[in-house]
């Protein structure tokens, strides 16, 4: 066994331990040259720090950046992998300025930020994981947001949302295994309810378990829940899916793993300074993006996907949930795989929502109050892919991981409009 698996029990408080107390000497000073680190490791810092390491993978995306800063804001030290592919490098300076300012004004020491320029898919992982492995520095937990997310792009082409998003989990899996490492948190989505969203009742984690489940009333007759789900709606849907099940095999054939999947519902708005954002390389296809082009000229007209769905006005519902919030799911979730007294099994998942559905139109009539700008829109038929509701069960995930949200759509429309007008550039 690696001397990374006699570490992985290290626990928060370890990992806070890790950080220096808070003096002039030890406060933070921007990184002098070079601010970002590329895999030529050890050419730029030494790793033989000692330090433990939570490894974010995808983590200058959308959802991955938010992620990082809520985590170096917890005390963790980061390593990003990230291949720029959705997302632009500057997003690392503006994760620094905001985590230096949060540990400023808070008084406390800056946890280490590391970056690697790189294709988690690529053979380069295996080196970079031996690198740490050689040295004193240790990888404590990987949370891996590197997927292909478009609904519509799965469906036209499935194979590449297969090789991405399932080959390159088992690949990556293999190297964490090898390694030793046992927390293991993975992005997973409500899109893994198929059908059921449709009955128009909030979603339960055990509505998709991957093994048969007894259950006994409290009647104290026993029933079988069978594992599965049913009416899967998309290629993309599929991969999570598939992902969930080999993660809960993974699991079943280890029960010392402690590996999260967290279901996410429609993860919307951007941090309240508008410095991260989703900015993605691709043309966006999300509901909030799309409304922010609108707004932003870039596009003329919003289409409506669907005004015949069985909801309060006709167009879908969905559970939006603030990505701050979502972010600092992540961190409760990361918190709980390190702490063995709170787990009751090597596999757990999780919903990451409000608990509230908000409809199409409603959140076009909350970003026209939030810009005081009226969104041009025509209604459109249904998108293929999609479901008419789609809202989640918050108790376990806040019973299990203490998590509860703290912002509404208002927040996140507003969020997102500030960012509009932000000149990002200013600031990079
Ligand atoms: C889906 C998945 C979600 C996943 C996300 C990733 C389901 C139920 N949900 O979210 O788990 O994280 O993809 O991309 O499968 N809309 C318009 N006009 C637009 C864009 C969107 O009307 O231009 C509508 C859609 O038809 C939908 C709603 O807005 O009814 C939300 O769409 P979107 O933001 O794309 O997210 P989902 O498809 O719900």
Redesign the pocket.
């Known amino acids: 066994m690696s001397r990374l698996s006699n570490s992985s029990h290290s626990s928060l408080s370890s990992l806070a331990e890790s950080s220096a107390p808070f003096s002039p000497d030890t406060a933070y000073s921007p990184p002098t040259s070079p601010s970002v680190e590329t895999f030529g490791l050890a050419e730029y810092y030494p790793l033989d720090d000692g330090k433990v390491y939570v490894m974010v993978i995808g983590g200058l995306g959308y959802i991955g950046s938010h992620t990082t800063l809520e985590l170096l804001k917890e005390g963790y030290n980061v390593i990003v992998i990230d291949d720029l592919s959705n997302c632009f490098e500057n997003v690392l300076d503006r994760i620094r300025l905001l985590a230096a300012d949060h540990c400023r004004s808070n008084g406390i020491f800056l946890p280490s930020l590391r970056f690697h320029e790189l294709d988690y898919k690529s053979p380069a992982m295996h080196r970079l994981f031996a690198t740490y492995n050689a040295r004193r520095s240790i990888i404590s937990g990987v949370i891996h947001f590197a997927a292909f997310?478009?609904?519509s792009e799965s469906i036209d082409n499935p194979l590449a949302y297969y090789k991405n998003n399932v080959g390159g989990l088992v690949d990556l899996l293999m190297t964490v295994q090898q390694n030793g490492i046992k927390n293991f948190v993975f992005s997973s989505?409500?899109?893994v309810y198929g059908s059921k969203?449709n009955e128009g009742k909030p979603l339960r984690e055990q509505d998709l378990v991957h093994f048969d489940e007894v259950t006994t009333d409290e009647e104290g007759n026993q029933s079988v829940r069978p594992n599965g789900t049913l009416g899967l709606?998309?290629p993309?849907?599929r991969t999570k899916y598939f992902s969930e099940a080999i993660l809960a095999d993974m699991a079943r054939a280890d029960p010392t793993m402690r590996i999260t999947a967290l279901r996410?519902?429609?993860?919307?708005g951007c941090h309240p300074s508008g410095l991260l954002r989703e900015d993605p390389r691709q043309k966006p296809?999300?509901?909030?993006p799309?409304i922010a082009s609108v707004i932003k000229g870039s596009k003329s007209t919003?289409?409506?996907?669907?005004s015949d769905w069985e909801t309060r006005d006709g167009?879908?519902v969905?559970d939006f949930i603030h990505v701050v919030d979502l972010a600092r799911g992540h961190v409760a979730a990361l918190a709980a795989t390190n702490s063995q007294s709170s787990r009751t099994s090597a596999f757990e998942t999780y919903n990451l929502g409000t608990g509230n559905g908000m409809s199409?139109a409603e959140v076009v009539e909350s970003f026209e109050k939030a810009s005081n700008i009226k969104v041009p829109a025509v209604r459109?038929p249904?998108?293929k892919?999609?479901?008419g509701s789609?809202i989640a069960a918050t108790e376990s995930a806040e019973k299990n991981l203490g998590f509860t949200t703290a912002r509404g759509v208002d927040e996140c429309c507003r969020d997102t409009w500030k960012a509009l007008n932000m000149p990002i550039a200013d600031y990079c």
């Open positions: 997310k478009s609904v989505s409500a899109t969203a709606t998309s993309y849907g996410y519902f429609n993860p919307v296809t999300n509901l909030f799309v919003l289409e409506i996907f669907g167009t879908a969905r199409v459109a249904r998108r892919g999609d479901v789609c």
